[in-house]
């Protein structure tokens, strides 16, 4: 690969140890990928925690936090003095919601530890967002800035609905990136690796917030790793409904780019989304194919007896928190289900202020921030039936933790939260 005079000095230890380690592991990297350069980058999404008790263990073994981020992060088993970061750094989601440890079972040392891998983090200059949506709570990356992001569905948003430029990176190479800056030039940072390659068609209305999800899923069950173009009469997506559309791409493939022609930065036409090129492959969406997802989705589910309902994957943004305070006012949580919403940190504070939290305290649920159900493996004990309203959780919950899992509407969920009956189905 073609280096800088900086990135040489770099690799030559001329700024460190861990610096040097870090464009070891960036060379190896990009070697193994063929890029032939790096490229510079003043963003970077990843995670240095240690919540698990693998992980714990090892920073109890091997001497403290720096020895994690030395083995986990830049792939040394040597232990390396970690450096405040040199770019812009947010920490995504962990494990726990500290506020929240005991009902999610979670003991008092684990809460230690986290509380110590949060001041570790906040020491290196990261910065604590805590949620797999830093876009919604202020990281917000331009068109066109290369990034250095981890979490699929928070890379799928940037690339398709901010015009921002990253891969799905690992915890190794964003580790390596907050230190030096650098990123492998390749995929997605790369103008022509982003023009469409697939067409889909959609011979019906996409409107709520579920078919957005659905048409996700289906989207990415198709085209696997490939850029979709997606084209059909009447669309208005919302910012929201584009969240849900690509976490759910994001799980059922691995989508890490698409197009809505007339709606996202880089596509002001059909043909400019696909660059000159001719698809290689058309889909057509219509409600036969909504069917066929939406009973893939509800394929585990068969008791219609729900022990707990999990919202906000990806987290959920205060508009969808006011949203379900609007269901679930003046109600309460049926005696045998859980509620558990799920946002980011900042975003809690927002809920607090407006008495969000109060009203979802009052019905009987809990607004938790920092995790997820099936990123944390952290359900309400003795769970064998969830619903959800998102077709990532939906896709990940029931596999993760050996439970059923209903799929529908936010309403749906929140009706089964209050009656601790599935009553929801394809409308
Ligand atoms: Fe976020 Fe968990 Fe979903 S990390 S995208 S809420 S699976």
């Known amino acids: 690969m073609r280096l800088t005079d900086h990135e040489k000095a770099m690799l030559d230890g001329a700024h460190g140890a861990a610096r040097q380690k ?9 070697n193994a990928l063929g890029a032939e350069r790096l490229v510079e980058t003043r963003n970077v999404a990843g995670t240095i925690g240690a919540t698990t008790p693998f992980m714990r263990k090892f920073a109890d073994e091997r001497g403290g936090l720096d020895a994690v981020f030395s083995e986990f992060n830049l792939d040394s088993a040597e232990v390396v003095a970690i ?4 770019v812009y750094s947010s920490h995504l989601q962990q494990g726990i ?3 929240h440890a005991a009902r999610q079972g979670v003991g008092e040392e684990v809460v230690r530890i986290f509380r110590k891998g949060d001041a570790y983090s906040a020491g290196l200059g990261v910065q604590l967002l805590n949620t797999c949506t830093p876009y919604q709570v202020g990281n917000l990356p331009a068109r066109g800035e290369h990034c250095a992001w981890m979490e699929s569905s928070a890379v799928i948003y940037i690339n398709a609905v901010l015009g921002a430029r990253s891969n799905a ?4 190479s964003t580790g390596a990136a907050m230190l030096t800056g650098r990123i492998p030039y390749w995929g997605y940072h790369i103008e022509s690796e982003r023009r469409g ?9 996409v409107e709520s917030m579920s078919d957005w999800g659905m048409l996700g899923y289906y989207v990415g069950d198709k085209v696997q790793d490939k850029v979709p173009v997606i084209v059909g009469a009447g669309l208005a997506p919302s910012t929201l409904k584009l969240k849900h559309f690509g976490a759910a791409a994001a799980s059922s493939g691995g989508v890490e780019m698409y197009h809505i022609p007339g709606f996202t930065p880089e596509a002001p036409t059909v043909e400019a989304a696909f660059g000159g090129n001719r698809p290689r492959e058309v889909f057509r969406f219509g409600p036969r194919e909504l069917r066929e997802t939406y009973e893939n989705l509800n394929a585990t589910a068969r008791d219609p007896d729900v022990d707990f309902v999990m919202l906000g994957c990806p987290h959920y943004s205060i508009e969808q ?25 900042a975003t809690r504070q927002i809920a607090d202020q407006n008495g969000y939290t109060r009203i979802i305290e009052e019905a009987g649920g809990y607004l938790m921030s920092d995790t997820c159900s099936a990123l944390g493996r952290v359900i309400p004990p003795g769970t064998k039936v969830a619903a959800v309203d998102s077709a990532k959780q939906v896709h990940y919950l029931p596999a993760i933790m050996g439970i059923q899992a209903w799929f529908g509407s936010t309403a749906d969920c929140v009706e089964a939260a209050v009656t601790g009956r599935w009553k929801g189905g394809l409308r």
Do not use: K, S
């Open 22 to 30: 870090a464009m070891d592991l960036l060379l190896r990297y990009g």
């Open 321 to 345: 928190i006011w949203e379900v305070c609007r269901l679930l006012q003046g109600r309460r949580v049926h005696e045998n289900t859980e509620l558990w919403i799920f946002t980011p940190r």
């Open 97 to 99: 919601d500290p506020e």
């Open 169 to 172: 990176e690992g915890r190794e």
């Open 83 to 86: 450096p405040p970061v040199e």
């Open 197 to 205: 390659t697939h067409l889909v068609e959609l011979d019906m209305p």
